[in-house]
């Protein structure tokens, strides 16, 4: 692995890339029966959730977007749209989508990695905010006012 890629932050992104196929590979595999129509109902509306959240953030950032926790040389720090209520949709995407998936395939395994991906994500979103500090002084105050992950709440 060249330099360039471990000092953007790119062992982050081959965790993440193993934990969501994780998820997905245990919702399949992991799949019950038993699970109730309600439960897997909520399971859908956080996957499409989750599907709204990741395009909104996407589309927000346009060419700021990088998979690299790790802000682009050339970006610019986005607080419009989406990122006026959150400032990790993309990472909010993620974990909607895995509990989401989770839950439509009642799945106990996928919903367990599920819970250690959002952990995951969290630090990784804490890692990503130390160098938009670094690049973007006026980062400080946006984190004061906009929430990680949950609007109003995290």
Not at 39 to 52: E, Y
Not at 91 to 120: D, M, R, T
Request: aromatic share 12%; glycine share 12%.
């Amino acid at each position: 692995m060249n330099g360039n890629f471990v000092a953007r932050g790119g062992w982050w992104v081959v965790a993440q890339a193993l934990l969501m196929a994780g998820v997905i590979g245990a919702g399949v595999a992991g799949r019950t029966p038993h699970f109730h129509p309600a439960v897997r109902a909520a399971g859908g509306l956080a996957f499409a959730l989750g599907a709204a959240c990741g395009i909104a953030g996407a589309a927000a950032l346009g060419r700021s977007r990088t998979a690299f926790p790790k802000p682009r040389g050339d970006g610019t720090l986005v607080r419009h749209g989406i990122y006026a209520w959150v400032r990790h949709p993309l990472y909010a995407s993620v974990i909607l989508l895995s509990f989401g998936w989770a839950l439509l395939w009642g799945s106990p395994p996928a919903l367990a990695l599920a819970v250690v991906e959002a952990l995951f994500l969290d630090a990784k979103a804490r890692r990503e905010e130390r160098w938009l500090l670094e690049k973007y002084p006026d980062y400080a105050d946006y984190r004061h006012r906009v929430r990680r992950l949950v609007p109003w709440l995290y």
